[in-house]
């Protein structure tokens, strides 16, 4: 009756949100882990199918296995999605686009270079998923930053303890040469992706391995 309840949970979300076409996902439950199944028009419909399935209590993991159908009239040459990718980095203000090299096969977008903080990272991401012709992103690009802090454990656990959304005791911190590592449980997705962005905010970071695990 869990999972079922869940599945239901997870169709009403969708239903609820209006960038999804909900009637055209599958959703099925086993244990708490949700596979999501069907067609979108568009990789940045994928990634909101997947984030609202997360937002939903009760789910432990996600399976994706949506596939991106590029509609006719929105179908895009690989030069074209290239240029529209360069254009997209060098006018969003938090990438550094000349670090930053763009590579497309088939519609599929990666993207490689070196940036100082994972933000910059994020934002390179956001900048080109929602291009029309996109179906994937795939990013190679490695956070090295300039920056060394001795004690980015405590710092992170500061953090933590600061933010609303988190039981801090919850989580174990380990963190060497930059090199974190996350471990406990939390109660939903959201808050074990969101302990995750406090870990990459710290200084000096260059790699958050995120182990919790979720326990409603």
Do not use: C
């Not at 519609?107 to 929602?130: E, H, P």
Request: net charge negative.
């Amino acid at each position: 009756m869990r999972d079922v309840g869940l599945q239901q949970n997870v169709l009403n979300e969708l239903k609820w949100e209006p960038s999804i076409h909900a009637a055209e996902i599958g959703v099925a439950v086993k244990d708490g882990v949700v596979t999501l199944t069907g067609t979108v028009d568009s990789y940045s419909q994928k990634m909101a199918v997947e984030k609202a399935a997360k937002r939903v209590r009760g789910v432990l993991a996600v399976a994706e296995e949506i596939e991106v159908r590029i509609p006719s009239a929105t179908r895009r040459t690989d030069a074209d999605i290239a240029r529209a990718a360069l254009n997209a980095l060098q006018w969003h203000i938090e990438v550094p686009d000349e670090r930053i090299q763009v590579k497309v096969e088939d519609g599929w977008v990666t993207l490689d270079g070196d940036v100082d903080w994972n933000f910059q990272r994020d934002a390179a991401m956001d900048a080109v998923r929602d291009l029309i012709g996109v179906r994937g992103v795939t990013s190679l690009i490695n956070v090295k930053p300039k920056v060394k802090v001795r004690e980015i454990k405590a710092e992170i656990g500061e953090a933590f303890k600061r933010h609303a959304e988190l039981d801090a005791h919850r989580i174990t911190v380990d963190a060497t040469d930059g090199k974190v590592t996350l471990s406990g449980k939390v109660h939903s997705w959201m808050e074990r992706d969101e302990a995750a962005r406090i870990a990459w905010a710290a200084p000096g970071v260059s790699t958050v391995q995120n182990h919790i695990s979720v326990s409603p």
